[in-house]
């Protein structure tokens, strides 16, 4: 089975940066794509960013030129660094992916859930005023 694990959330103050990482275990078809979703205390899901095997990336508009997605398939391991974070970054980051997916439905999706097949537990980022 596919196992996704988030790590490097926390507080920040804003302007602050977080690196996130996200370790996949199991097997997952070789041109997988992967990405970070993010949801805020009641609101939806949101696609931050996405990149597949080929190294295509997609962003969320809000979030270009802060943060660099990035993803090392010897480790099979994605990262988000995110930089000159902003109070409206704060929410729970989710990495998900999925074999049949692209990088760009990460942000044209308007059913995350059910797009993407697997998902980590989530890790809390929260950016201070």
């Known amino acids: 089975q596919v196992e996704l694990v988030e790590s490097g959330g926390g507080s920040v103050q804003s302007g602050g940066s977080l690196r996130l990482s996200c370790a996949v275990s199991g097997f997952l078809h070789s041109s997988y794509s992967m990405g970070w979703v993010r949801r805020a205390p009641g609101k939806a899901y949101e696609g931050v960013a996405g990149?597949?095997?080929?190294?295509?990336?997609s962003y969320v508009d809000s979030v270009k030129g802060r943060f660099i997605i990035s993803r090392d398939n010897a480790k099979n391991t994605l990262y988000l660094q995110m930089n000159d974070l902003k109070p409206e970054d704060t929410a729970m980051y989710y990495c998900?992916?999925?074999?049949?997916?692209?990088?760009?439905?990460?942000?044209?999706?308007?059913?995350?859930?059910?797009?993407?097949?697997?998902w980590g537990q989530g890790t809390q980022v929260t950016v201070s005023s």
């Open positions: 998900a992916a999925d074999s049949l997916r692209r990088a760009a439905e990460f942000i044209l999706s308007t059913d995350l859930e059910a797009d993407f097949g697997y």
């Open positions: 990149i597949d095997s080929d190294g295509s990336i």
